[in-house]
C-alpha cells in the first residue's frame, strides 16, 4: 500500500471580510494601534480558516486592510 505523501496545490479560495477596526492613533505613551479585521477563507462550500497557518492568515489579513483603505479612498 501507498504512504500518505504531501503535494504543493495553487488552491482558488474566497475570503470575506467578516468585521473591520479602524486604528486608533496613539496617545501619551500609548503606542498607536493597527487597524484589524475578521475574516472567513473558503474553499468552495468548505471554510478552511482555522486550518490555515497563522502566517498565511496575516497575510490575507494584510491584504484584506491594503483593499479596504483602498477602496476608502475619493
Known sequence: M???Y???LD???TVEI???EPGCR???WDPPE???VELR???GTLDITAALPADDLDALEVDALERL???AEP
Open 2 to 4: 501507498l504512504r500518505p
Open 6 to 8: 504531501t503535494v504543493e
Open 11 to 13: 488552491l482558488e479560495v
Open 18 to 20: 467578516l468585521s473591520a
Open 26 to 28: 496613539g496617545g501619551g
Open 34 to 36: 493597527p487597524a484589524s
Open 41 to 43: 477563507v473558503s474553499l
Open 69 to 71: 483603505a483602498d477602496a
